[in-house]
């Protein structure tokens, strides 16, 4: 480590005072506002856990940094997030490492993660090449100081790498000030000497009472302000990074489409769900653990998985397995996604242990098909053909094992030559390895169609909506908040 020449590329880095309280949206916003400024932007998330993932030709990220790499209007890469725990239990995670699977790692080996820091300024230092500024993104909050000791996603990093900070505090959730000086009354002095000033995000209201709000801050903690960011509503229209963010679509009483969906603990990549949500013909329902399948609901989807054995059991304790067969009996459609997709045959096997306990589990039976996990795991972008409709868009997949059995035959996708995904006979359920295949609008109306039995007019237009998002988070951002001087810190730390 002591041999890697890091580049003094300009960088900056938002830190949060805890989980959620919308660094990474605020890194998003930065990336494209900068980007429009004619900069060379790149994101950086030293470590990530979630278990939304996003494919690119080298491996697997976090989604949020994917977004973040579109906001920069330039491709995601598996240095922009170096290392990503996907949680596989209360108690472990899959590590993947510059993209690839490196292991798992227990909870209680924290130790284990300072490990990792090499090969995270490695990333680092390869993405400030010919880049005019890095934006980076910390992970849950600074002032975990039990974890400081091999701290790599906070200032552990933001001291190795010699980038300044900026600490982002959440208002809507309450106590802010209170979490922003008391961050900094934990911190030691060399820690609380890498962050430069403040930020308050998602406040309600006018602005101006808080003036003295943020007087106090100052006075507590010396740092400046670097704006007040009032609640962004729209940040609901772009792909969610936690499980924290998980809700259901906007209330559509009038729907002629009501989907159904469980959420079960290893629930992944549910970003699937959004363009759906965005449908006016669509009322999408999140199923809480407690509560049973709506009876009205036209669709159930069963979302991708990272634990799909442990899912399956919960799935059963839940009595959800008996509200789906239930549901299919009267007439309803079935959709399982990647790991909701394997829930739907006939059994899951996992000899090797690769997803918890080596053993294998009795799926749902509603597709006449059988899947085998092995270590190989399939990460790639694709472009895929909807066969029933001939629409067609741009999917990705990651996933462990592969699928067999007679209803492969009638695959409901064409992937560069090949199939993808099986179809029940009565052609009710279907299951698909494929992720992001919603986000084509011609594929998702020719699919509402087939549920409502007529077509569906929309006028959503999802790609576009995601741009224009973007666009109006930028614009919000540098309303708010002294994007100059956020880019003035980042210069002047650069030749320091």
């Given at each position: 480590m002591a041999s890697l020449k890091i580049p003094r590329t300009p960088a900056v880095m938002i830190l949060g005072t805890g989980s959620n309280v919308g660094k990474s949206l605020i890194v998003a916003g930065l990336c494209r506002l900068f980007a429009d400024r004619g900069l060379k932007v790149r994101p950086f998330k030293p470590q990530n856990m979630s278990n939304n993932a996003a494919a690119t030709p080298g491996g697997e990220i976090g989604r949020a940094q994917a977004l973040q790499a579109r906001a920069?209007?330039?491709?995601?890469?598996?240095?922009?997030?170096?290392?990503?725990?996907?949680?596989?239990?209360?108690?472990?995670?899959?590590?993947?490492?510059?993209?690839?699977?490196?292991?798992?790692l227990a909870s209680g080996d924290y130790a284990r993660r300072g490990d990792f820091l090499p090969k995270v300024l490695e990333s680092f230092s390869r993405l400030g090449e010919g880049a005019d500024l890095v934006i980076v993104e910390g992970a849950g909050s600074p002032a975990e100081t039990n974890l400081r000791a091999r701290d790599i996603a906070n200032l552990g990093f933001a001291r190795a790498a010699g980038v300044p900070a900026i600490l982002v505090g959440d208002i809507d959730r309450g106590?802010?000030?209170?979490?922003?000086?008391?961050?900094?009354?934990?911190?030691?002095?060399?820690?609380?000497?890498?962050?430069?000033?403040?930020?308050?995000?998602?406040?309600?209201?006018?602005?101006?009472?808080?003036?003295?709000?943020?007087?106090?801050?100052?006075?507590?903690?010396?740092?400046?302000?670097?704006?007040?960011?009032?609640?962004?509503?729209?940040?609901?229209?772009?792909?969610?990074?936690?499980?924290?963010?998980?809700?259901?679509?906007?209330?559509?009483?009038?729907?002629?489409i009501r989907i159904a969906v469980p959420v079960l603990p290893g629930i992944a990549n549910f970003d699937d769900l959004d363009p759906l949500k965005r449908e006016e013909a669509v009322d999408l329902r999140l199923v809480p653990r407690g509560q049973a399948m709506p009876g009205d609901a036209d669709l159930i989807i069963l979302p991708?998985?990272?634990?799909?054995?442990?899912?399956?059991?919960?799935?059963?304790?839940?009595?959800?397995?008996?509200?789906?067969?239930?549901?299919?009996?009267?007439?309803?459609?079935?959709?399982?996604?990647?790991?909701?997709?394997?829930?739907?045959g006939r059994i899951v096997r996992d000899p090797?242990?690769?997803?918890?306990?080596?053993?294998?589990?009795?799926?749902?039976?509603?597709?006449?098909?059988?899947?085998?996990?092995?270590?190989?795991?399939?990460?790639?972008?694709?472009?895929?053909?909807?066969?029933?409709?001939?629409?067609?868009?741009?999917?990705?997949?990651?996933?462990?094992?592969?699928?067999?059995?007679?209803?492969?035959?009638?695959?409901?996708?064409?992937?560069?030559?090949?199939?993808?995904?099986?179809?029940?006979?009565?052609?009710?359920?279907?299951?698909?390895?494929?992720?992001?295949?919603?986000?084509?609008?011609?594929?998702?109306?020719?699919?509402?169609?087939?549920?409502?039995?007529?077509?569906?007019?929309?006028?959503?237009?999802?790609?576009?909506?995601?741009?224009?998002?973007?666009?109006?988070?930028?614009?919000?951002l540098s309303q708010h908040l002294d994007v100059d001087a956020i880019l003035e810190l980042a210069r002047r730390q650069a030749v320091a």
């Open positions: 920069a209007r330039i491709a995601p890469h598996t240095d922009m997030n170096p290392v990503l725990l996907k949680p596989e239990s209360e108690t472990g995670s899959q590590i993947v490492l510059q993209g690839r699977v490196a292991g798992h106590g802010v000030i209170a979490s922003l000086v008391g961050t900094h009354a934990v911190l030691d002095a060399a820690d609380r000497a890498m962050i430069s000033g403040f930020a308050i995000n998602r406040f309600r209201g006018d602005v101006s009472l808080f003036a003295p709000g943020v007087e106090t801050i100052r006075a507590a903690t010396g740092w400046p302000c670097f704006g007040v960011v009032p609640w962004f509503a729209e940040a609901a229209r772009l792909p969610a990074e936690d499980g924290l963010d998980l809700r259901s679509g906007e209330r559509r009483p009038n729907a002629s991708g998985s990272k634990t799909t054995m442990r899912d399956l059991a919960v799935l059963r304790a839940e009595g959800w397995d008996i509200d789906i067969l239930s549901h299919h009996r009267r007439g309803g459609h079935v959709l399982g996604l990647c790991g909701g997709y394997q829930m739907l090797l242990g690769l997803e918890g306990p080596a053993g294998e589990a009795a799926g749902l039976g509603l597709l006449d098909i059988e899947t085998m996990l092995s270590p190989e795991k399939t990460v790639r972008e694709v472009d895929f053909t909807h066969a029933p409709s001939g629409s067609s868009g741009r999917a990705y997949e990651i996933h462990l094992g592969a699928t067999k059995g007679s209803d492969t035959a009638r695959a409901p996708f064409r992937i560069d030559g090949r199939s993808d995904g099986a179809t029940s006979a009565d052609g009710r359920v279907v299951g698909t390895y494929l992720h992001g295949v919603f986000s084509s609008d011609a594929m998702r109306a020719a699919w509402l169609g087939s549920i409502a039995g007529r077509p569906v007019g929309s006028t959503l237009n999802y790609e576009a909506d995601v741009e224009a998002t973007l666009d109006r988070l930028a614009a919000h």
